[in-house]
């Protein structure tokens, strides 16, 4: 059997058995565990009262946090040579047509997010099965198939990124790094549960949130009053 550790064992005796109504002392609490010797990410968990297979359930839409999320992302560009100058100027960092097509057919996917024009949709269509399970197919309702490339590549720049709830109806998204100052913590958590929020699928009856937690990569579950966000 494998031994907890001590430091292990003081982290979770901080949050078993505990549901944090005050923000403040959930996000004092969740830096206090923050114990790896690596800037850990912070993730929040929210399990909704959505069952996805449904339509009129789903959850799928983007946000940018007021302090990002303390990782830069490599961005590629497919579009037509008319706007390849565009692409570039805007701070892609991978512009190309046919040939980066043909790149991503060959399985060279060297990007963290794909950005693609209207006209480019179709040729793109044949490397669903690629792209989708990576989560990189372009798609307007994430924002990643847009006319405005420059103003597009600018947002996600920023931070912007898209989240949706997994099969489950439960959504894991990242909001930081450990080394983040609580106050920007609390304020890209708090942007992102009122994303959620104002998001809320159509189909919903009753309540919306059952339970919300926030983690690191290795500190223990923290749990959230809901009364903590008001």
Do not use: W
Not at 66 to 77: D, E, L, Q, R, Y
Not at 147 to 154: I, K
Not at 188 to 217: D, H
């Amino acid at each position: 059997m494998r031994k907890i550790s001590r430091r292990h064992q003081e982290n979770q005796a901080k949050t078993k058995n505990i549901v944090f109504s005050n923000l403040d002392e959930a996000i004092k609490i969740l830096k206090e565990t923050a114990t790896a010797k690596f800037n850990e990410t912070v993730e929040f968990h929210a399990n909704l009262n959505i069952d996805p297979k449904y339509a009129d359930q789903q959850l799928r839409t983007t946000v940018t946090l007021p302090h990002g999320v303390g990782k830069s992302i490599k961005i590629a560009v497919l579009t037509n040579e008319n706007n390849i100058s565009e692409a570039k100027t805007a701070g892609a960092d991978i512009v190309g047509t046919d040939d980066l097509i043909e790149q991503i057919s060959q399985g060279q996917i060297d990007f963290d997010l794909l950005i693609a024009t209207p006209d480019m949709m179709p040729k793109l269509a044949k490397l669903g099965r690629v792209l989708g399970p990576k989560g990189l197919m372009p798609s307007p309702k994430s924002g990643t198939v847009s006319t405005t490339l420059t103003e597009t590549l600018s947002d996600f720049k920023k931070g912007k990124f898209e989240y949706k709830a997994d099969k489950t109806g439960v959504v894991h998204v990242s909001f930081g790094k450990a080394e983040f100052t609580e106050s920007q913590l609390i304020e890209n958590l708090q942007a992102l549960y009122q994303s959620i929020e104002q998001n809320r699928p159509s189909g919903v009856k009753g309540k919306y949130f059952k339970k919300t937690f926030i983690c690191t990569s290795m500190g223990p579950s923290i749990q959230l009053d809901l009364a903590s966000f008001e």
